[in-house]
């Protein structure tokens, strides 16, 4: 069965981290672009970051540069999201997705699989 499982979301002060983590099951992560996505309370969907298959290239929105990592750990067959610098606009879920193409783009309508999502509430 094919499956994404993210976690590691919660609640944290502005300027904090979290390390959200997208783990597969039922294929191989590595075979696919991963994006990750959240969604605001009241706003539509949106794209942070994604990484390529087999391809150091990366993305990140705007709004995250510089503080957003996005990383690969093959044996794991995990997809990690490291955030620093948390700030309140930060809050939401958080999704991962698959895309069983090479190159990744922050479009969700292109992904294939998605996981169920993670909190994220940055608050002080």
């Known amino acids: 069965q094919v499956q994404l499982v993210e976690s590691g979301g919660g609640l944290v002060q502005p300027g904090g981290s979290l390390r959200l983590s997208c783990t597969a099951s039922?294929?191989?992560?590595?075979?696919?672009?991963i994006g990750w996505f959240r969604q605001a309370p009241g706003k539509e969907r949106e794209g942070v970051s994604c990484?390529?298959?087999?391809?150091?290239?990366?993305y990140y929105e705007d709004s995250v540069k510089g503080r957003f990592t996005i990383s690969r750990d093959t044996a794991k067959n995990t997809v990690y999201l490291q955030m620093n610098s948390l700030k309140p606009e930060d809050t939401g879920v958080y999704y991962c997705?698959?895309?069983?193409?090479?190159?990744?783009?922050?479009?969700?309508?292109?992904?294939?699989?998605w996981g169920q999502g993670t909190q994220v509430t940055v608050s002080s």
């Open positions: 997705a698959a895309r069983r193409y090479r190159f990744c783009i922050l479009a969700e309508s292109v992904y294939d699989y």
């Open positions: 039922g294929f191989t992560l590595d075979d696919y672009a």
């Open positions: 990484v390529s298959s087999r391809d150091p290239r990366t």
